[in-house]
């Protein structure tokens, strides 16, 4: 088995990696293998670990014009 992943880190590559496997795998048992089959597969992975077959859908917040960051703001000086 080959798989190519791209951007982000070692971590995060390794999350795709055994999410993509874990949905062709429940893919599979969709086209080929009965359905009953295919939700006591689903039913597995989701108990092992919701990850699996769920991305987590938490991003970067973009930076704001006023600060250093999405949320810090630069320090207010009254003098």
């Given at each position: 088995?080959?798989?190519r992943?791209?951007?982000?880190g070692?971590?995060?590559?390794?999350?795709?990696?055994r999410?993509?496997?874990a949905?062709a795998?429940v893919?599979?048992?969709?086209?080929?293998v009965?359905?009953?089959?295919?939700?006591?597969?689903?039913d597995i992975?989701?108990?092992?670990?919701?990850?699996?077959?769920?991305?987590?859908?938490?991003?970067?917040?973009?930076?704001?014009?006023?600060?250093?960051?999405a949320?810090?703001?630069?320090?207010k000086?009254y003098?």
């Open positions: 088995m080959r798989i992943v791209k951007g982000g070692h971590t995060s590559q390794i999350y795709a990696i999410q993509s496997i949905k795998l893919a599979y048992y969709q086209k080929f009965d359905e009953q089959q295919k939700k006591e597969i689903k992975l989701v108990r092992y670990d919701r990850t699996l077959l769920m991305a987590n859908p938490r991003r970067c917040e973009p930076k704001k014009v006023g600060g250093r960051g949320r810090a703001r630069f320090q000086s003098r």
